[in-house]
C-alpha cells in the first residue's frame, strides 16, 4: 500500500468485523505473549478471542522499538487486512528523558517550556515506536486531593488553554517529520471536578461552569490541531462522558468541529455497564458508539457485539464507517501506509535518551519551575557553609514523579549527590531523619545531631512519586508520616533552614510556613531536578515559578481558587468583625499562598498603571501599561499578570479572571512599561442565556506579580 491510499476505498474492501477491529485497542501485552493460542490472563479477562487480536486497530504502551517493530511484523503477516496498527502510549513529562511535571511546568509560566517538553518527548518517544501519545491532560484543577492535578498545569481556564496548544504544538509540529507524534487532549470533559477530589469519582457541574471554565482548554488543543480526544471516567449531567451525546456529539463534533478520533478512557466504555447506564455489554456497545467513541481502550464491548448489534438494526453501519474512516485516516496522516515503521529505530533512540541536549533542555524547565514561597534573609546560601541535608527527600531518586514509566530512576542524581559536587564532600552532612509515610521517629535524635553540626540545613520534605498521579487521591494533604515532627525538631535549633518540598499537588503547609525562615516547592522536578534545585539554592539561577494552583490554608478550605465569585455577603475590611459574612469562623478564607504568587532573590516594583482610555466600543481596544522596575541588585525573571473583572453581568462574575502575562527579565534597577491590550473578546462569557458575548457595562483592569496583589483601573464597554 502507499502512501496515496484512498480510504474511502479501503474501507469498502473490509468486511463488517474487519471494520470493528479497527475500533479495538489492546495493551501490548496482548501481541507479546508467549504461548499463541492459549486465552490466559488480560487476554482472557478481556473476552477476547485470538483471532480478533489480529484485526484489532491499535496497542497501547510499547516497550521500546524493537517491541513495536515486531509486534508490527507480526500482525501485518497475521492480519487479514494489513493495515498497519497504531501505537499509543503515556508520555507525559517527558520519555525517557524526564521534563517536571506538568503541573511544574505550568508554574514556569512560559510556553516555550511545554513546547519544548512535546518536542523532546515526541523525539526520543517517535525513535521507540510511538504514534501518539496521550497528552496534554487539560483538565482544570481545583482540588489539591485530587493525585492527578500533578497531570494539570492548574487551576486557570486561560493558563490551561494556551499550555495544551503548546503541548500539542510540541508533539505534533506538523506531523511530517517522524520525530513528531500525535497528540491526544484528555480527559474530556472536567475530570478535575471529581466531588471531594477522589479518583473516578462523580463530576456534576451546572452547563455554564462546564462551558466557561473546563471546555475551554480542551477546545484550545483542538484549534491547535490535536488528533485525538480522549473521553473521561466521570459523569457529566448524570452520564458517564464515555457515553455522552452532549459532550461527543453536540459539544466535539457540532460545537467545536473536532474531526479526529475520540478514544475513551482505559476501560471506560466498559464501565457504563458498572456506572448503570447500559444492562449488558450489548447496550454498553450501542451506547458507547452512538455517543460517538470511536476507539475503545481495554474493553471489548464493540469487538464482541458490534456485529450483531448491525444485523440486529440496533446500530447503523455507517457509525462505524465513520469512526474506522477516522482511524484509517490517522494512520494515513502518520504516514502509515507507506511505512508501518514510521520512525522506530532502537539505536538511535538510545544516543537520544538522556544525552546532553535533552538533559540541558530538562534542567532549563526544572530551573524555572520551582516556587520560592518564602525566604526570611536564608536564601541563596553561600557556598562556603557547612550544609545538613535532612529528610527522606536529601538522598533519594524519587523525582521523576508519576507517568514516567519510562524513566530511569536509578540514573538519578540525587539532591545531596549534586551538593556534594557543588560544594565538596566535606560541607555535607546527610541524616534521613524518617521515611516519606512511616511512624518511626528513632531517627531524629540524629538527625538533629547532624543539623546541630552545620551553619545550614536543607529540610527535603514531602510525597512519593506513588502518592500523586491517577489513583493517589488524599484526603489529608499535609506532609505525610512523622515528617512535619521532624520538620519541627530541626526548626526549634533556629538555624538558617530551608524547606524544600517535593509533592505531585499543593500541600496544608500552614503550620510549617510559620515556622521555616525558608520554603521552595521544588514538585517531582525530573531527571535534572537535583541540580537545577542546587542551582536556585545557591543563587546560581533566581528562582522565577509562579503557582498556578493555590496552596489552601487547610484542606477543609478546598476547593480555594481565585477566580470565584464575590458572594452577597462577601468578607471584606468592613465586615471582618461581622459574623454573618461568607467565611470560616477558624480559619481566613484566602488560601496560604495564592493563584500567580511566587518570590524571586530580587524585588520588582509595580508603577504607573494607565489605561489608553478608560472606554471602549466593541470595536476599539484599550492598552494597559504599567511599569516593572527591578529594584533589587541581581538580574530575575518577573510573570506579569493581567487581570479582568467585569463588575456587573446578567449572571455573576468572579472577582478577577487572568486574560495574559508577560515573562520579563530584568537587569538591577532596569525597568520596562509592560502593556497589555483588551479586546472585545476578552470581555466575552456565558451570559444568563448560555451564548458566549459581552456585555455593556464596566469592568475592572488589574495588573500585579499574583492573584492576591493587583493594582486596578477602570473601563466601561459603550
Ligand atoms: C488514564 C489515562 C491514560 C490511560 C492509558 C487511564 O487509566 O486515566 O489518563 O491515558 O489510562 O494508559
Known sequence: MNKEVDINELLKELSLSEKIGQLQQLASQFYIKDSEGELTGPLKDLGISEEKI?????????KDAEEA?????????????????????????????????????????????????????????????VHVTFSPMVDLVRDPRWGRVMESTGEDTYLNSVFGKAFVKGYQGDLSSNYNIASCVKHFAAYGAVEAGREYNTVDLSDRQLKEYYLPSYESSIDEGAKMVMTSFNTIHGVPASGSKYLMRDILRDNFQFDGVVISDWGAVGELQVHGVAADDEEVAETAISAGVDVEMMTSCYINNLENLVKEGRVQEELIDEAVLRILQLKKDLGLFSDPYRGMDGNKAKQMFMCNEHKEAVRKVARESIVLLKNDNVL?????????????????????????????????TTLKENLINEIGNNLISYAEGCDINGHDESGFEEAVNVAKEADVVILALGESSEMSGEGGSRAYIGLPGVQERLAEEILRLNKPTVVLLFSGRPLEITNLSKKAPAIIEAWFPGTEGGSAITEVLYGDFNPSGRLTMSFPYATGQIPVYYNCYNTGRPKTANTAETRYVSQFIDIPNEPLYPFGYGLSYTQFQYKDFTLSS????????????????????????????????????????PVKELKGFKRIELEPQEELKVEFVITEEM???????????????????????????????KFTLL
Open 614 to 653: 478608560n472606554k471602549m466600543t466593541k470595536d476599539d481596544k484599550i492598552t494597559a501599561s504599567v511599569t516593572v522596575k527591578n529594584i533589587g541588585d541581581r538580574k530575575g525573571t518577573e510573570t506579569v499578570q493581567f487581570y479582568i473583572r467585569d463588575l456587573v453581568g446578567s449572571t455573576v462574575r
Open 69 to 129: 517493530r515486531r509486534i508490527q511484523d507480526k500482525y501485518l503477516d497475521r492480519s487479514s487486512t494489513k493495515i498497519p496498527l497504531l501505537f499509543m502510549a503515556d508520555i507525559i513529562h517527558g520519555y525517557r528523558t524526564i521534563f517536571p511535571i506538568p503541573l511544574a511546568i505550568g508554574c514556569t509560566w512560559n510556553l516555550n517550556n511545554a513546547e519544548l517538553c512535546g518536542q523532546v518527548s515526541a523525539k526520543e518517544a517517535a525513535l521507540s515506536g
Open 683 to 713: 470581555l466575552r462569557y456565558y451570559n444568563i442565556d448560555c451564548e458566549l458575548v459581552s456585555e455593556l457595562g464596566d469592568f475592572h483592569a488589574m495588573v500585579g506579580c499574583n492573584s492576591a496583589d493587583t493594582y486596578t483601573e
Open 380 to 412: 541563596p546560601l553561600s557556598k562556603d557553609k557547612k550544609v545538613a541535608v535532612i529528610g527522606p527527600k536529601g538522598d533519594s531518586t524519587d523525582l521523576l514523579g508519576g507517568w514516567s514509566w519510562q524513566g530511569r530512576k536509578e540514573k538519578i
Open 54 to 62: 489480529w484485526v484489532s486497530g491499535s496497542v497501547l504502551g510499547v
